[in-house]
């Protein structure tokens, strides 16, 4: 009887195993034509378990994740000058940028159409507009701090694809290590892959494709949060007052 016990027993700590290993499927919400309905008030992207983290309130990458740098590649890492202008340039409310947009310790906002994912961040109140309806990237443009977006839906996973980036900062880890402003070139080129993973939550997975800086592309899997319980309230208003500078003169200038 009691090696019946202590096998049952062992059956159910195994069950119980594989069960946490394998929940149980679930739907995803639906949009009218079918894909994956992403619309919806979210965290930030935090980290999974085991993730190097910053100090900042803002998500930053795990340098464990970098791919090798190029010769030259040093250029990547800007250690803080003492310039305002350079060291936070936020702070004369010039735009964060991608991805240090959707990596702001801020909500942000989902709405999603047939054509369009419209992303509206609480930080800045930036806005990147992905279209959706296979279109390519566009030609002749000047560089841009989000770049130029364009997505398209593979199975149950969206997929944005980034080019045309001005060179600016890649993330906040200068708040960690004044040594490190990390930066990313004009040649960088990023894939986002974002599904459903819960009832609760989003799968968020970014390459960072910089030829210029790294060997090859390298990724890093973060976790969004829906939390529909902000929606009542929404985005708060984000205002850039600059007035950090005597006069308006910074840097001698």
Same mark, same amino acid.
């Given at each position: 009887?009691?090696?019946?016990?202590?096998?049952?027993?062992?059956?159910?700590? /195994?069950?119980?195993?594989?069960?946490?290993?394998?929940?149980?499927?679930?739907?995803?919400?639906?949009?009218?034509?079918?894909?994956?309905?992403?619309? %919806?008030?979210?965290?930030?992207?935090?980290?999974?378990?085991?993730?190097?983290?910053?100090?900042?309130?803002?998500?930053?990458?795990?340098? =464990?994740?970098?791919?090798?740098?190029?010769?030259?590649?040093?250029?990547?890492?800007?250690?803080?000058?003492?310039?305002?202008?350079?060291?936070?340039?936020?702070?004369?409310?010039?735009?964060? %940028?991608?991805?240090?947009?959707?990596?702001?310790?801020?909500?942000?906002?989902?709405?999603?159409?047939?054509?369009?994912?419209?992303?509206?961040?609480?930080?800045?109140?930036?806005?990147?507009?992905?279209?959706?309806?296979?279109?390519?990237?566009?030609?002749?443009?000047?560089?841009?701090?989000?770049?130029?977006?364009?997505?398209?839906?593979?199975?149950?996973?969206?997929?944005?694809?980034?080019?045309?980036?001005? =060179?600016?900062?890649?993330?906040?880890?200068?708040?960690?290590?004044?040594?490190?402003?990390?930066?990313?070139?004009?040649?960088?080129?990023?894939?986002?892959?974002?599904?459903?993973?819960?009832?609760?939550? /989003?799968?968020?997975?970014?390459?960072?494709?910089?030829?210029?800086?790294?060997?090859?592309?390298?990724?890093?899997?973060?976790?969004?949060?829906?939390?529909?319980?902000?929606?009542?309230? %929404?985005?708060?208003?984000?205002?850039?007052?600059?007035? =950090?500078?005597?006069?308006?003169?910074?840097? %001698?200038?």
């Amino acid at each position: 009887m009691k090696l019946a016990v202590v096998a049952l027993t062992a059956l159910c700590s /195994l069950g119980a195993i594989v069960f946490a290993q394998n929940p149980p499927s679930f739907t995803p919400p639906r949009a009218a034509d079918g894909k994956p309905d992403l619309t %919806g008030t979210y965290q930030w992207p935090t980290y999974l378990p085991g993730a190097q983290r910053g100090r900042s309130a803002a998500t930053v990458f795990d340098s =464990r994740n970098f791919a090798p740098l190029k010769p030259g590649g040093e250029a990547f890492l800007e250690p803080r000058t003492g310039d305002p202008r350079h060291d936070e340039p936020r702070d004369f409310c010039l735009p964060a %940028g991608f991805p240090g947009s959707i990596l702001s310790g801020n909500a942000m906002q989902f709405f999603q159409t047939k054509n369009y994912l419209v992303v509206v961040h609480e930080f800045q109140h930036n806005t990147r507009v992905v279209p959706l309806d296979g279109r390519p990237h566009r030609a002749g443009m000047d560089p841009m701090y989000d770049g130029d977006p364009v997505g398209h839906w593979e199975g149950e996973t969206l997929v944005v694809d980034s080019t045309n980036f001005k =060179r600016w900062q890649l993330d906040d880890y200068y708040y960690t290590n004044p040594k490190e402003f990390r930066m990313h070139s004009d040649a960088l080129h990023t894939i986002e892959r974002i599904r459903w993973k819960s009832k609760t939550a /989003l799968s968020y997975e970014i390459t960072i494709d910089d030829p210029k800086i790294f060997t090859k592309p390298w990724s890093q899997e973060f976790e969004i949060v829906a939390k529909p319980e902000w929606e009542k309230v %929404g985005l708060f208003e984000y205002v850039c007052d600059n007035n =950090r500078c005597p006069g308006g003169k910074c840097g %001698g200038n």
